[in-house]
């Protein structure tokens, strides 16, 4: 849905004109998984699938939120009342970054809001990161509260961790505010600085895809806190902050200072993949034939799948089916347990390529997975 429309079914909703209208997307991460948590490097890119949201300020110490995408009306909050995890709806994303504003002493006294979004919900591509971060605009704008897009990305993670109660690291904040059309962000979770490194595949006649596989497991959120509690263990037996402080070049003798196998499994997918961030950084950056980065993807895959082991039979399916028609590189995208897969491929491949991860879910019985191409896009930005 454009900034048009949802200007006006605001108009509709609340009778009046909103103050403005605001945008910002989902990501899809290119490499550098379950990295976020341990300090490490990331390197997503936004996808052209935005939320939308028109805002007005009120005064009078109300929220109020529709989203045109559900039927289940308009929600009127009293901001007095917020309380962490007492809302288990969508309402509690962009209650969460009112609650994380007003937490923080900024002096937000109310809105109406009306969106609607095109991110895929529960696809491992970050549409709740996209409420966050849009409402988080819209009332940095809407109350000249004069903070940076990293600064809204950590009040949007404290929403999501403590208001939703989700545990999630700050990526998929950081990228759907801060990230810039035709480029991938090189960004350093442990302070947030953060590099534009230019991606512009189709110049050099790639194409990528994300491969939604429609399937999410249920325990994956388990899992996830499984995941963090074993790469805390391994940090604390090493000694160091975060599974960042471990070198590549010291990751054998730090293995060899682990007697549990579990956590040695995950502290070598932390440090490898930190690895695998600055290799396609320099890729990118060299110039060179980005086809060099395919590898690196697959290479990351196997990580996940062997040593981290939170990819699924779907997931795997994508990946492996991809590769045996001509990909370049593939691997799972997100936090795993379904969600989504990445492929890199010529262009000329990605038709064939298509067809045959479709027949290979239609053979093993599963609901057709949905495919797109991901350009990178603009992040977060004032759009009416
Ligand atoms: P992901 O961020 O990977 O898409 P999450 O589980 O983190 O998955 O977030 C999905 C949740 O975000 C949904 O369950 C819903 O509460 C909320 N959400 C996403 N899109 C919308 C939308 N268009 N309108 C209302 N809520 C939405
Ligand atoms: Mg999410």
């Known amino acids: 849905m454009g900034a048009q429309e949802v200007r006006e079914g605001f108009v509709r909703l609340y009778g009046a004109e909103p103050d403005g209208v605001w945008a910002a997307p989902g990501r899809v991460n290119l490499i550098g998984e379950h990295t976020d948590y341990n300090d490490g490097f990331v390197m997503p890119f936004a996808l052209p699938h935005i939320a939308v949201a028109a805002v007005s300020r009120r005064t009078d110490g109300v929220l109020r939120l529709h989203s045109a995408d559900l039927d289940s009306g308009v929600a009127e909050l009293r901001l007095d009342d917020l309380t962490p995890e007492s809302d288990k709806k969508w309402t509690a994303y962009p209650a969460g970054v009112v609650w994380a504003l007003r937490e923080a002493g900024h002096p937000v006294t109310g809105a109406d809001v009306h969106l609607s979004s095109t991110v895929p919900s529960?696809?491992?591509?970050?549409?709740?990161?996209?409420l966050e971060v849009v409402v988080a605009l819209a009332l940095n704008d809407l109350f000249e509260l004069g903070l940076q897009g990293w600064q809204l990305a950590r009040l949007c993670q404290r929403a999501e961790n403590v208001y939703v109660g989700a545990p999630t690291g700050i990526m998929d904040q950081t990228a759907s505010a801060c990230c810039e059309a035709g480029h991938a962000l090189f960004l350093d979770t442990r302070d947030l600085s953060q590099k534009q490194i230019p991606l512009d595949l189709a110049a050099e006649g790639l194409r990528l895809l994300v491969v939604d596989t429609q399937v999410t497991h249920a325990h994956s959120g388990g899992e996830y806190g499984k995941r963090r509690a074993g790469c805390e263990k391994g940090a604390a037996l090493l000694g160091v902050d975060a599974l960042?402080?471990?070198a590549y070049a010291d990751l054998d003798a730090a293995l060899a200072r682990l007697d549990d196998e579990e956590?040695?499994?995950?502290?070598?997918?932390?440090v490898t993949e930190d690895q695998r961030v600055e290799q396609v950084v320099a890729l990118l950056e060299s110039g060179g034939d980005t086809r060099a980065v395919g590898p690196v993807l697959t290479a990351g895959h196997?990580?996940?799948?062997d040593d981290f082991r939170v990819s699924c039979p779907e997931l795997d399916l994508v990946v492996d089916t991809a590769l045996a028609h001509g990909a370049l590189g593939a691997r799972m995208t997100g936090g795993g347990f379904g969600g989504s897969a990445i492929v890199l491929a010529e262009a000329a491949d990605v038709d064939a390529l298509t067809k045959a991860v479709e027949e290979?879910?239609?053979a093993a019985g599963l609901k057709a997975p949905r495919v797109f191409e991901a350009v990178p896009s603009a992040g977060a930005r004032r759009v009416g």
Not at 122 to 130: C, I, K, V, Y
Not at 302 to 305: E, M, V
Request: no cysteine; proline share 0%.
């Open 302 to 305: 196997a990580s996940l799948r």
């Open 360 to 362: 290979a879910f239609a």
């Open 244 to 246: 960042r402080d471990i």
């Open 263 to 270: 956590v040695r499994r995950l502290v070598r997918h932390v």
């Open 122 to 130: 529960g696809a491992g591509l970050s549409s709740s990161a996209a």
